[in-house]
């Protein structure tokens, strides 16, 4: 059983940072695309970021670049979000996409609260 396990959200004032994890588990991830998405209150669901399990290739939203960084450490990927501003202010979830078959799992999300 596949699970992905997001902690790390908080509270943090503007100009701050928080860094984000997600714990895969349940079955090997390669050819996979692990990603962190969003979604603020009366919004879409957005991408944020995503990380290639198999060569660490990077992508970012645009509205993220030069303030996050998703990074993996063996089954953990991790979300390092600075110079946080009001309007990242979401739940964050992480996802794994696959790269054969496009079915995606979800974690269940974690808060964060940008307070200005």
């Known amino acids: 059983q596949v699970q992905l396990v997001e902690s790390g959200g908080g509270l943090v004032q503007a100009g701050g940072s928080l860094r984000l994890s997600c714990v895969a588990s349940g079955r090997t991830f390669n050819n996979y695309n692990m990603r962190w998405f969003r979604q603020a209150p009366g919004k879409d669901r957005e991408f944020v970021a995503g990380?290639?399990?198999?060569?660490?290739n990077t992508l970012y939203a645009d509205s993220v670049k030069g303030r996050f960084t998703i990074s993996r450490d063996k089954n953990t990927v991790y979300l390092q979000m600075n110079s946080l501003k009001p309007e990242d202010t979401a739940v964050y979830y992480c996802a794994a996409r696959s790269l054969l078959t496009q079915y995606t799992y979800w974690g269940q999300g974690t808060q964060v609260t940008v307070s200005s």
């Open positions: 990380i290639n399990w198999n060569d660490d």
